[in-house]
């Protein structure tokens, strides 16, 4: 049953890669609460043996021919970049120094 | 020149143009300087693009001087949501996190738009990435309900139904995740179609819920809706979900208006209780024209609706927190530097950034998303939901077995007051009750006007629901109900609305 602690928010959010301020956490935990509560009467739905549905279409896999089509330039996909270098995306570090 | 160009329909307007009886640059004019006058009260408009529609506008009406030949809506003019991808033009879904965001690249329906020489006003006002019902979650301040400034015009798409329901375009683009082009339209006496799933293509839409999705068209009239249809819909290599068919006779369809023989099945768990009276009595009198044009009327139950929220509230925050792990401050968008961090790294960097530019209603969802699509939950509710869409898509399959079009009130009540439901999520999330199974199955829907409610003197909308592909029924339906409203009242609905230029200048 939907008992979402504090700390199991802090996680989630964690996951999410939202940096969230301990004031949003605490509103967060009660709202999240009521919403699960909510949304946990789909529980209670005569699902046995029903096939999960993902798609409201059935759908095959789409391909086309292997061949190069025109696409956005290198100046175009960097013109919206926060930072770019030498025709690439300049990003933070990724890793820690040892 | 005795007609209004910005009252004219968007038919009419291509009718005048193609006479000659006035041109694309003086509709475009005219249009601004509707929204000159009136959008300071609406705010539908997050961006305006003066310059490139009046470009636009010369342009077709060059090639009309020149004889050659042209697309019907050619010079008609359009505002498009602010979650579809145009080059040039800035888009932001109404997010922080996108601000100042101009895309290299046009979505589909966009480079349709501009190929059939529809000038682009400009980029209407929408929740933050299409998460709300009021457009009170924007980043850059609500839309006001062109009916009463006070209360909400909807959402998410209330910035599209608000600008053409205050007469600065005939027509605009909404997207459709649970309501979304519906109930705006609802609350606003404007029309609106959400086609079926993969009518029109989803490239350059920004996604929230790609198995939900779809775009489609606002307008003020039933025939508008229809040539707007067809100018965007049809199949598009680009999105593999698109569906390579022909788009249905969607305009033929509202020109004839025809439901004689038609089976109008009313949905059981869609009317009564939790409906306000006065959307009640609107959608029975709705019911009771069409019956009077030869329709015939059949109930149908359809048990699964009753879990149709729950379910939608698992499936589209699971699609969520997946399609927005891509604003990741790497590539476009905001990039936050966390405080008080020496050398921040990237992840740190993508947290702070994600932190400081989505809003609460998007950070909710996207926890609720990650809950329930992590493991040890996954099957309880991701799981459970998706077994409970098949239900839901099995009940309208037997629906349909008995009517050829399903009914219902668009929306549970008139338009609320502009902060009433802010602070109250589920609250919020039950304006959709009745548009969102249609999107869980992926079949077409439509929102006309039905009247005004006799306890608020605001507007009430009418659902019609159709099979996958039979979106010609649609606009069958719109149409002929159109027709007898509109003998009815004497005039349209929205030229009962207050005029917004007194309004405006008391204001």
Redesign the interface.
């Known amino acids: 049953m939907a008992d979402l602690t504090r700390a199991d928010v802090a996680h989630l959010a964690g996951l999410a890669r939202i940096d969230l301020s301990d004031a949003e956490l605490d509103r967060m935990v009660g709202e999240l609460g009521v919403i699960l509560e909510s949304v946990a009467t789909v529980q209670q739905a005569p699902t046995a043996g029903v096939e999960p549905m993902s798609h409201p279409m059935p759908l095959v896999n789409v391909t086309r021919p292997d061949e190069v089509r025109p696409s956005l330039s290198p100046e175009d996909a960097l013109s919206g970049a926060p930072e770019a270098d030498q025709q690439r995306f300049s990003v933070p570090r990724i890793l820690d120094e040892d | 020149m005795t007609t209004d160009l910005t009252r004219a329909s968007a038919a009419a307007l291509a009718n005048l143009m193609a006479t000659g009886e006035t041109s694309s640059v003086e509709v475009v004019r005219a249009l601004l300087d509707r929204t000159a006058a009136v959008d300071g009260k609406i705010h539908g408009y997050l961006h305006v693009d003066a310059e490139g529609a009046i470009a636009t506008a010369r342009e077709v009406d060059r090639r009309r001087a020149a004889g050659e030949e042209l697309h019907v809506m050619a010079g008609v003019p359009i505002a498009v949501k602010d979650v579809m991808a145009t080059k040039g033009l800035p888009t932001t879904c109404g997010s922080r996190i996108l601000e100042g965001?101009?895309?290299?690249?046009d979505a589909t329906l966009v480079r349709r738009l501009r190929a059939a020489g529809m000038p682009i006003l400009g980029k209407t006002n929408m929740d933050e990435f299409a998460m709300g019902s009021s457009t009170e979650h924007s980043a850059y301040g609500p839309t006001h309900n062109p009916w009463d400034l006070d209360r909400i015009p909807g959402g998410s798409g209330g910035g599209s139904a608000a600008v053409v329901g205050s007469f600065q375009a005939p027509l605009a683009i909404g997207t459709d995740t649970g309501g979304s082009i519906r109930q705006p339209a609802a609350v606003t006496g404007t029309v609106g179609t959400k086609p079926t799933?993969?009518g029109v293509s989803r490239y350059g839409l920004v996604a929230l819920a790609s198995?939900?999705d779809q775009a489609g068209p606002v307008s003020r009239t039933i025939l508008d809706a229809a040539l707007l249809h067809a100018v965007i819909g049809g199949h598009d290599?680009m999105d593999?979900?698109s569906?390579d068919a022909p788009v249905p006779p969607v305009v033929e369809a509202a020109t004839k208006g025809d439901v004689a023989g038609m089976r109008i099945g009313i949905v059981k768990e869609l009317t009564g209780e939790g409906f306000q009276p006065g959307v009640q009595r609107r959608f029975d009198e709705a019911v009771e024209h069409l019956v009077a044009a030869g329709a015939e009327v059949v109930e149908v139950s359809a048990p699964?609706f009753t879990?149709a929220?729950?379910?939608y509230?698992?499936i589209l925050p699971s699609e969520a927190?997946s399609n927005l792990?891509k604003f990741?401050?790497?590539?476009?968008?905001?990039?936050v530097?966390?405080e008080g961090v020496d050398?921040?790294?990237?992840?740190?960097?993508?947290?702070?950034s994600?932190?400081a530019g989505?809003g609460?209603e998007v950070?909710?969802r996207?926890?609720?998303g990650?809950?329930?699509l992590?493991s040890g939950y996954y099957d309880?509710?991701y799981?459970?939901?998706?077994?409970?869409?098949?239900?839901i898509?099995d009940d309208f399959a037997a629906a349909f077995e008995k009517a050829d079009v399903l009914v219902s009130p668009t929306a549970p009540t008139t338009a609320f007051r502009l902060g009433d439901k802010l602070d109250d999520?589920?609250a919020m999330y039950l304006n959709d009750i009745a548009t969102i199974p249609a999107n869980?199955?992926?079949?077409p829907a439509m929102s006309l006007p039905s009247g005004l409610a006799d306890e608020d003197g605001l507007p009430t909308g009418f659902q019609v629901i159709a099979p996958?592909l039979r979106d010609d029924r649609l606009y069958a339906v719109g149409a002929a109900l159109e027709r007898r409203l509109h003998a009815a009242w004497g005039a349209s609905l929205l030229s009962k609305a207050p005029d917004l230029t007194t309004l405006a200048k008391e204001g």
């Open positions: 965001w101009v895309p290299p690249y799933y993969g198995s939900l290599p593999s979900t569906i699964s879990y929220l729950a379910t509230y698992l927190s792990a990741d401050a790497m590539r476009y968008g905001l990039r530097w966390p050398d921040a790294s990237a992840e740190q960097v993508m947290a702070a994600r932190d989505f609460p950070k909710r996207i926890i609720l990650t809950y329930a992590s309880a509710y799981g459970s939901a998706q077994k409970v869409r098949r239900l898509a999520p589920l869980l199955a992926g079949v996958a």
